[in-house]
């Protein structure tokens, strides 16, 4: 029998209103391929700003915190989470994705497992425009009509309100959600959760899940991982991902820090394990390394294809760039890497978005290419276009990886690096929205500007200055229901794009211009 244990409770009501958000959480979608259903402004004109972090913490020129996705409706919302103190604390700042104007903060008690680099804290909204985002003691809230001044609200545990209550205060020590929310397409969420210390409850370490009626479930990341007891955890940050028929759910599991894991896949609606693979340097045959400092997260081709990042092993033997793993969808077949998988989650990007491609496969992958100067590299920082089905012979390691399609080299020198020709700033995006109506993508850059990559030219057609740049942990573009474009920099959130002209439509009446979707 699969060892599961299952809560049931009472259910709150469901949203009467079915609307599919622009932005879901991290990635996009909860496949997270961070397509964008919208085409984006042009990068001429902030916005608006504001900050996502109170009380930063700078370390030297350095911000060691991965700040979370935001979310954004269909009605022009935008939820921003938000660092509330020093070491913890967070809060939810709901705003008009057009004008910047705060609508509403929406709090929470939710503190941090124990950590190195800050974890991210990424709400997610659901298909039925309910916004969830992580309480205390492995709970969940969730906001109903979030594009109005007031809406329903209420919380889950996903063992039982009724466990919640019987024993708060040791629950709130122990239970901490440790990575993203993700929605699918029937209201469920998903996320990691760790188990600090034994409570009152026979639960581990684990992923757990909530329908949209308020039923949890879960599963621990060792019975996950075929009962190998040197798993404890889901990895801080990894957001799981489910296929795109929603029916298989996606994650790695570790034994926590920088250690050695698999990637699994289980039954998004008993969380009944599938299968799994144990995760493996594709160069050195070493154990791949998971680390709980990074953000990589499973994505799910428009194939099925699954792509997991992972880091070199033994550790800085291919410039602590790691690698893109790639499997098929059942986890059976490890096919070609790519040369880069730290900290970074892919993005699609359709193959007709490049009009120089010649191959054969239906999309490609969008990466940062760093290459660490500060790690045996170069420092010629790279973002690049990959084909998942072709291969080359990298020049760094020599192994064989994704074929290049494009790559561009960051476009300013690092003072830092003044013997090294051609370093430059690092690229810190760790999920890159991609915006198909434009055969581009919003890329954001440590020195301080946000970039137009065009697909069709490869070259940066646009960037506008959104700080004087600092090193920081690596952070998601997005792209809003209105066309906005968001990127974070030096713990401030910016709203990228003037307004749209108003033209004057066929009858002769002005009319506003808007995005296409």
């Known amino acids: 029998m699969i060892p599961l244990w299952i809560a049931l409770f009472a259910a709150a009501p469901l949203p009467a209103q079915s609307t599919a958000p622009a932005w879901a959480g991290y990635g996009h979608d909860a496949q997270h391929t961070a397509v964008s259903g919208f085409t984006s402004r042009p990068l001429n004109e902030i916005r608006w700003q504001t900050p996502v972090d109170l009380q930063p913490v700078i370390t030297g020129n350095d911000i060691y915190i991965h700040y979370g996705s935001p979310v954004i409706t269909a009605g022009n919302t935008i939820a921003i989470p938000v660092k509330t103190g020093a070491t913890d604390g967070f809060e939810l700042d709901v705003r008009d994705e057009i004008t910047g104007a705060k609508k509403y903060t929406l709090t929470t008690d939710y503190s941090l497992p124990p950590h190195d680099w800050t974890p991210s804290y990424g709400p997610a909204l659901s298909s039925l425009n309910r916004l969830y985002w992580a309480g205390a003691g492995g709970t969940v809230y969730y906001r109903d009509q979030p594009d109005a001044a007031t809406g329903p609200t209420g919380q889950y545990a996903f063992y039982g309100n009724a466990a919640y209550v019987a024993d708060t205060a040791q629950l709130n020590a122990s239970f901490k959600i440790s990575t993203p929310l993700v929605a699918d397409n029937d209201g469920d969420i998903f996320f990691g959760f760790v188990v600090l210390a034994p409570t009152s409850l026979p639960i581990q370490s684990g992923i757990a899940r909530i329908n949209a009626n308020g039923v949890g479930s879960f599963i621990t990341a060792q019975?996950?991982?075929?009962?190998?007891?040197?798993?404890?955890?889901?990895?801080?940050?990894?957001?799981?991902?489910?296929?795109?028929?929603?029916?298989?759910?996606?994650?790695?599991v570790s034994s926590g820090g920088e250690s050695a894991g698999y990637l699994v896949a289980v039954n998004s609606a008993t969380l009944a394990p599938i299968a799994r693979v144990r995760l493996v340097d594709p160069h050195t045959g070493n154990d791949a390394i998971l680390a709980d400092d990074g953000t990589a997260s499973p994505m799910v081709g428009p194939d099925g294809d699954v792509y997991y990042g992972v880091l070199d092993s033994p550790l800085?033997?291919?410039?602590?760039?790691?690698?893109?793993?790639?499997?098929?969808?059942?986890?059976?077949?490890?096919?070609?890497?790519?040369?880069?998988?730290?900290?970074?989650?892919?993005?699609?990007?359709?193959?007709?978005?490049?009009?120089?491609?010649?191959?054969?496969?239906?999309?490609?992958?969008?990466?940062?290419?760093?290459?660490?100067?500060?790690?045996?590299?170069?420092?010629?920082?790279?973002?690049a276009v990959l084909d998942p089905d072709a291969a080359m012979t990298d020049p760094i390691s020599g192994a064989t990886v994704m074929q290049e399609v494009l790559t561009i080299l960051g476009p300013t020198p690092d003072p830092a690096l003044p013997n090294l020709p051609g370093a430059v700033y690092e690229w810190c995006i760790n999920s890159a929205a991609v915006d198909p109506f434009q055969k581009s993508a919003l890329v954001n850059s440590e020195d301080g500007n946000l970039y137009r990559w065009d697909f069709t030219t490869n070259t940066f057609t646009q960037k506008i200055r959104l700080t004087s740049g600092i090193g920081e942990a690596y952070t998601p573009t997005l792209i809003g229901a209105d066309g906005t474009v968001y990127a974070i920099n030096d713990a401030t959130l910016f709203a990228v794009g003037a307004e749209p002209v108003r033209s004057e439509c066929a009858s002769g009446s002005v009319c506003a211009e808007r995005p296409r979707r």
């Open 316 to 383: 800085g033997s291919n410039n602590y760039r790691g690698w893109m793993l790639h499997f098929n969808s059942v986890l059976t077949q490890l096919k070609t890497p790519g040369a880069f998988g730290w900290d970074d989650t892919p993005s699609v990007v359709a193959a007709n978005l490049v009009p120089s491609y010649r191959g054969s496969s239906a999309y490609l992958l969008l990466t940062k290419y760093n290459n660490y100067a500060n790690a045996g590299g170069n420092g010629m920082n790279k973002v």
């Open 223 to 252: 019975n996950a991982a075929g009962g190998d007891p040197s798993i404890t955890q889901v990895p801080l940050n990894c957001t799981p991902a489910l296929s795109n028929d929603g029916q298989t759910l996606y994650f790695a």
